[in-house]
Nanobody
Framework: QVQLVESGGGSVQTGGSLRLSCAAS????????MGWFRQAPGKEREGVAQ?????????YYADSVKDRFTISLDNAKNTVDLQMSNLKPEDTAMYYC????????????????????WGQGTQVTVSS
């Protein structure tokens, strides 16, 4: 049974930083995509960043977070982190970790159905 547990959410002011971490337990193939999604109140869940590692690490970002967020993967620890900098009020959302997609890329950033495993979410609130 695969379990994903997020941590690191909180409240910050505009321009601040937070680091989210997702700890994965159970078997997840290293050839599968892991990602972070977010959902703001009244909005659909959207893809934020994805990472794929098979020797070479490849990352993908939504345009709204590019150059501000960095996704990283520690295969030894089975964790995927999301470093968020220069946070804006529009980044306020529940952030979810997801894993197990056979595809990774800009074209699949918002394809929630590709990910069979999800965490419970961690709240990020950015105040102006």
């Amino acid at each position: 049974q695969v379990q994903l547990v997020e941590s690191g959410g909180g409240s910050v002011q505009t321009g601040g930083s937070l680091r989210l971490s997702c700890a994965a337990s159970g078997y997840i193939s290293s050839r599968k995509c892991m990602g972070w999604f977010r959902q703001a109140p009244g909005k659909e869940r959207e893809g934020v960043a994805q990472i794929y590692s098979s020797g070479v690490v490849i990352t993908y970002y939504a345009d709204s977070v590019k150059d501000r967020f960095t996704i990283s993967l520690d295969n030894a620890k089975n964790t995927v982190d999301l470093q968020m900098s220069n946070l804006k009020p529009e980044d306020t959302a529940m952030y979810y970790c997801a894993a197990g997609s056979p595809y990774c890329g800009v074209g699949s950033l918002n394809r929630l159905g590709l990910f069979p495993y999800w965490g419970q979410g961690t709240q990020v609130t950015v105040s102006s």
